[in-house]
């Protein structure tokens, strides 16, 4: 699972961002990539489904980058709990992903690679994705 080793204070403040993303906006590794359409957060389970799905229908030639860690935390106070008494525990890590913002980029795939790609964005992504090809 995708969590950082060590951050600087455990429990992080509510993040809202209704910005757009200025700086990675275009590809730098591979040949075609994932870009969002949306505000949302991106949960590190899921990040981890959609790496495990490309991987295993890819095969060995496919390289796989991620663009992005999950190092905010989220916290939820346990059932039946009176108010007050403090934060909750850590209950999962995110990424809060703006527009324009590439997730994923890949390397050495043929054409079926791109549709499976367009089939499981569809199918795990919590938001709106686009397909990014490199110009040559």
């Known amino acids: 699972m ?4 060590k951050t600087r204070f455990k429990k992080s403040h509510q993040k809202c961002y209704k910005s757009r993303e200025t700086k990675n906006l275009f590809l730098s590794k591979g040949i075609f ?4 359409l949306q505000n949302k957060e991106l949960k590190a ?5 959609l790496k495990k799905s490309f991987l295993k229908k890819g095969g060995k030639n496919v390289k796989i980058w991620l663009n992005l860690f999950p ?25 809060f992903v703006k527009t324009g913002k590439i997730i994923f980029e890949f390397d050495g795939f ?11 964005t569809i199918k795990k992504f919590p938001f709106k994705t686009k397909l990014i090809f490199k110009n040559f």
Do not use: W
């Open 2 to 5: 995708l969590t950082p080793k």
């Open 33 to 36: 990539g994932l870009k969002s």
């Open 45 to 49: 389970k899921q990040l981890e489904a």
């Open 71 to 95: 190092h905010f935390s989220k916290t939820n106070k346990p059932l039946e709990s009176r108010m007050g008494k403090g934060k909750g525990n850590i209950s999962f890590f995110y990424y």
């Open 110 to 120: 043929d054409s079926r690679f791109v549709k499976i790609v367009k089939k499981n």
